[in-house]
């Protein structure tokens, strides 16, 4: 399943087009699709993620320009169609800077625990951060791909055909290892991008319906989150937050049931009300 960019559904209901956090990929969206099959879903590789080449500029990965190009795959693809844009983690900041940006076709945002709290807001300095990535990418490794798997099994409560092909589109074998298909590079980029142009530039440009599903663990973040929150309802006027209780950061993939539902339950509400 090699090609960048992938699709569930039927083409002719409504979209959801997804956007993948830092060293994910398109394919991670997989699980979750199969709950939405009332829907069009479509997602693709970021630059240097998955299977599409990273990009040789560090400026590249701003996401004022990221966005140009998810804008560019999204008309490829959907045409002139309307779609509801979701993206989780730093796919949620990106979401909110294409909002902003870009609105003719875009009939609401969600944002999967992302796009309301930075590294900022958690005392974590930039030097920090890049410091963590790179030792991030140093340090996974794996002397095969038995083992690779074998550690995935373990740190989800479940495995399926999905999440194997999610997995896998993460990494890539380098001199017998099982390395991250996310280069240093890439990472530092994007985090320095994102820092430069931070999402407060933007979040107030948002016009359209925007839902923010949240993650509960850890419960000692409890507080930074209801102020994030608290902070988001004052820069986007037409809000709705939910949290998914018992759900980490990747909540899509610890509740894709859930995720789902509050998703479809959303995007039904809002349709009606058109």
Request: one cysteine or more.
């Amino acid at each position: 399943m090699n090609q960048e960019i992938y699709q569930w559904g039927n083409p002719y209901n409504p979209s959801l087009v997804f956007l993948h956090g830092l060293g994910s990929s398109g394919l991670a969206f997989g699980e979750l699709a199969t709950y939405l099959s009332e829907y069009h879903v479509i997602s693709f590789d970021l630059p240097g993620h998955g299977y599409r080449p990273m990009l040789e500029e560090e400026e590249e990965y701003l996401p004022s320009h990221l966005i140009q190009i998810i804008e560019e795959i999204i008309s490829a693809n959907l045409k002139s169609k309307p779609f509801y844009l979701i993206g989780h983690s730093f796919g949620a900041d990106l979401a909110i800077h294409y909002g902003a940006k870009y609105s003719h076709q875009l009939k609401g945002i969600v944002l999967l625990d992302g796009g309301y709290m930075s590294g900022k807001d958690l005392g974590v300095t930039l030097e920090k951060e890049l410091k963590d990535v790179a030792n991030f990418c140093k340090d996974v490794r794996f002397p095969s791909w038995e083992e690779f798997f074998n550690s995935e099994k373990e740190e989800l409560s479940r495995w399926s055909k999905e999440l194997k092909v999610a997995s896998k589109a993460q990494v890539k074998e380098i001199n017998g290892e099982i390395r991250l298909t996310l280069s240093q590079f890439t990472a530092q980029a994007m985090i320095k991008g994102i820092n430069f142009q931070p999402v407060d530039q933007v979040v107030s440009m948002l016009k359209c319906p925007t839902l923010l599903l949240h993650a509960t663990v850890p419960a000692e973040l409890e507080t930074k989150r209801k102020n994030c929150i608290q902070s988001l309802h004052t820069k986007i006027e037409n809000l709705d937050v939910e949290s998914i209780v018992g759900a980490g950061h990747d909540i899509f993939r610890d509740a894709p049931e859930i995720v789902a539902e509050r998703l479809t339950f959303w995007c039904k509400s809002g349709m009606e009300a058109e």
